[in-house]
C-alpha cells in the first residue's frame, strides 16, 4: 500500500447546529446557512477566514445544483486551492475529511472548510412551480434511462427502508434470527442521547421493548430503528498539524482512511450480508497502524439498526456473525465498555442530512478534544469513525488520533 | 394527489429484455467472453467490460434471495399494494431482479422459497415480471 496519510492534518474546530423536528428559527438560503457554518467553525478553531484555501460540500446547497463549489468560492470570498463536491450520500461527511487530509498533506492547501447545512430555506416571495414529483424518488433517479427508473422504482423498490430491510432480512437468515441484539443498539444509543442536550430524543430514553412494540415499518425493521430526520448542520476545519499547534483545541489527526463503494441498489451488491466498510476499514485501521480493539469510541453511521449491526462486524470489532453476541455482551452506550455512538447517534440524535453523517465526525472530535461534557470518555485519544452511503451502497471509514 | 404508478420506460439496450417478457419469456443478457450472466441489462459486461452480449431465454423461475413486507407505502401510489412483499428473485442462471410477490402471505414468504414468473402485461405495452411461490415441489 501507499504511503497514506501520517497524520500532517487535522482537524481543528467544529459546529454543530441543534437538530429539531420542528424548525422554529428563521429560514435562510442554503448560502447564507453554509457561510454560517464556515464561520462558526472558523471561529471555534482560532483560523482567520482570510486564511481559507479549501472546501469540501456535498449534495445540493438549495440555490445551486452545479458549480456549487466555485459558487460557495464566490459568496465567502475565497481563492481556492482545493475544491470538492461529494455526492456519496450519507458517507459524504467521513469522505470530506480524508479529502480535505489528503490534499493539505499533498501541499494542495492548508485550511479546508467542511460542512453539511440542512436547515429550512425560506419561500421564494412568488409563485413558483412545485418540484416533479416523479423526477426522484428518495435517493433513486427516475430519469429515463436511470437503472433505478426502469428495473426498481416500478416495483416500489425505492427510498431506504425496504432496502436496508432486505439486507436485515438477508442478515438474519444467515446468522440467526436476534432483533433484541438490534433493538439493544437503539435503547443504548437512547441512552447516550439523553447525556446529550442537544439529541431529539434527549430526555426520552427506549427500552429494547420499545423499539421492538414500534410500528413494523418494512420487515424486520420497525419504526424506531429507523433514523429521524430533522433540521440541523455542522462543519468542520482541517489544517495542518503544524498550524493547528498554535490553535484553540486539542488537534485530532486524521490517521487513516478507506472508501469502498459496490453498487447502488442492493438487489445488484454482490452480496448482501458483507457490506463496503469491510474493505474501508481495512484499509484505515492498515493506514493508522492500530488494531480495531485499540480504539477508545467508535461513531459508526446509523440510519438503521442494521446498519450498526454490519459496521460493527465488517469493520472488524467482532467476527461474522457474531455481531449480534457482540451487542449482547457489550454496553454500547457512552459509559459502556464499548462507546459507539456517544452522541446518542443519528438513531438518537437525529439525522439533519449530511449534517447527520457529520455528526459522527463532530462527536469523535468533540470526545478526542475533551469537550463532551456530561458524556464525556475517560480515555479519549483514538476514535473509528465510519460514513454509509445509499443502501450500503458506499461507505468510508476514518481513524482519528488525538495529538 | 394521487399520480401513476411509475412504469419501465425501455431503452434500445434493454428493449431485448421487455419484448421478452411481452412473450411470457425471461431474456438474460449472456457475456460471450468471459460466461457471466448480466442483469440489468447493459451495453457491456459488468464483469469483463466486454460488448459482446447475447440474449438468452432462462427458465422463468429462481428462489427468493431476499424481500421486505412494505407495511407503509414506498411512495403514495403503492398504498393499494400494501403490505407489499418487495423481493429480490436468484434467477437459475444466478442473476438477481427486483420484483414483487403476488398471491402471496406475506408471512409465507422465506428466503430461499421457490417462485415462479408471472407475466403482467400493462396499458402502456410494458409487461413487468412479477413472482409467485410455485406450485409443488
New interface residues.
Given amino acids: 500500500m501507499a504511503r497514506g496519510l501520517t497524520g500532517g492534518a487535522v482537524v481543528a474546530g467544529f459546529v454543530e447546529r441543534t437538530p429539531v423536528r420542528q424548525f422554529a428559527g428563521t429560514p435562510r438560503l442554503g448560502l447564507e446557512q453554509w457561510a454560517d457554518l464556515a464561520a462558526d467553525a472558523l471561529a471555534d478553531a482560532g483560523i482567520d477566514p482570510r486564511e481559507v484555501d479549501g472546501l469540501c460540500c456535498g449534495g445540493d446547497i438549495g440555490e445551486s445544483s452545479h458549480f456549487i463549489p466555485a459558487t460557495l468560492a464566490e459568496y465567502c470570498g475565497w481563492s481556492l486551492n482545493f475544491a470538492e463536491r461529494l455526492d456519496l450520500g450519507g458517507a459524504s461527511p467521513v469522505g470530506m475529511v480524508w479529502r480535505a487530509a489528503a490534499a493539505i498533506e499533498l501541499g494542495a492547501c492548508e485550511v479546508v472548510v467542511c460542512a453539511a447545512a440542512f436547515e429550512p430555506r425560506p419561500q421564494p416571495p412568488f409563485p413558483v412551480d412545485p418540484p416533479d414529483?416523479?423526477a426522484t424518488?428518495g435517493a433513486s433517479s427516475?430519469a429515463?434511462?436511470s437503472?433505478q427508473?426502469?428495473?426498481?422504482?416500478?416495483?416500489?423498490?425505492?427510498?431506504q427502508?425496504?432496502g436496508y430491510?432486505?439486507?436485515a432480512?438477508?442478515y438474519h437468515?444467515r446468522f440467526g434470527w436476534d432483533s433484541r441484539a438490534r433493538a439493544k443498539i437503539v435503547a443504548d444509543q437512547r441512552t447516550s442521547a439523553c447525556a446529550n442536550p442537544s439529541a431529539v430524543w434527549f430526555g426520552r430514553p427506549a427500552t429494547i421493548d420499545d423499539v421492538l412494540t414500534s410500528?413494523?415499518?418494512?420487515?424486520p425493521?420497525h419504526m424506531l430503528e429507523i433514523v429521524m430526520p430533522c433540521s440541523g448542520g455542522a462543519a468542520i476545519v482541517v489544517t495542518s498539524a503544524e498550524r493547528a499547534r498554535r490553535l484553540r483545541h486539542r488537534p485530532v489527526a486524521v490517521v487513516g482512511f478507506g472508501e469502498h463503494l459496490t453498487h447502488k441498489?442492493?438487489?445488484?451488491a454482490p452480496d448482501?450480508t458483507t457490506t463496503p466498510v469491510g474493505p474501508a476499514a481495512q484499509r484505515a485501521f492498515a493506514m493508522a497502524g492500530v488494531a480495531p480493539a485499540e480504539v477508545d469510541m467508535v461513531e459508526l453511521y446509523d440510519c438503521y439498526s442494521i446498519t450498526v449491526l454490519l459496521t460493527i462486524e465488517d469493520s472488524g470489532f467482532c467476527g461474522k456473525g457474531e455481531g449480534m453476541r457482540f451487542v449482547r455482551e457489550h454496553d454500547l452506550t457512552y459509559k459502556g465498555d464499548f462507546p459507539c455512538n456517544t452522541h446518542g447517534g443519528q438513531l438518537g440524535f437525529g439525522q439533519p442530512g449530511l449534517a447527520g453523517g457529520m455528526s459522527q465526525v463532530v462527536e469523535a472530535v468533540r470526545q478526542i478534544q475533551g469537550r463532551a461534557e456530561g458524556r464525556q470518555l475517560e480515555r479519549h485519544d483514538l476514535a473509528y469513525v465510519s460514513g454509509t452511503g445509499g443502501i450500503m451502497s458506499e461507505q468510508s471509514a476514518l481513524v482519528l488520533r488525538g495529538l | 394527489m394521487t399520480t401513476a404508478k411509475p412504469r419501465p420506460r425501455p431503452t434500445p439496450t434493454s428493449q431485448p429484455f421487455w419484448d421478452g417478457l411481452a412473450r411470457h419469456e425471461v431474456r438474460i443478457q449472456h457475456c460471450a467472453v468471459c460466461e457471466a450472466w448480466v442483469h440489468y441489462p447493459r451495453s457491456r459486461c459488468p464483469v469483463c467490460l466486454t460488448d459482446r452480449l447475447t440474449w438468452e431465454t432462462v427458465a422463468p423461475e429462481g428462489t427468493v434471495y431476499t424481500f421486505t413486507v412494505a407495511r407503509r407505502p414506498t411512495a403514495p401510489m403503492f398504498a393499494d399494494e400494501v403490505p407489499q412483499i418487495i423481493a429480490v428473485v436468484e434467477l437459475g442462471v444466478g442473476v438477481h431482479v427486483t420484483t414483487t410477490l403476488v398471491d402471496t402471505d406475506p408471512d409465507d414468504v422465506a428466503i430461499g422459497m421457490a417462485v415462479s414468473a408471472v407475466f403482467e402485461p400493462g396499458d402502456d405495452g410494458v409487461t413487468m415480471l412479477r413472482f409467485r411461490p410455485s406450485q409443488g415441489v
Avoid: K, V
Fill in positions: 414529483s416523479r424518488f427516475n429515463w434511462g437503472p427508473a426502469e428495473f426498481d422504482i416500478p416495483f416500489g423498490n425505492l427510498g427502508n425496504c430491510a432486505m439486507y432480512q438477508r437468515d410500528p413494523m415499518i418494512a420487515d425493521l441498489t442492493p438487489t445488484y448482501l
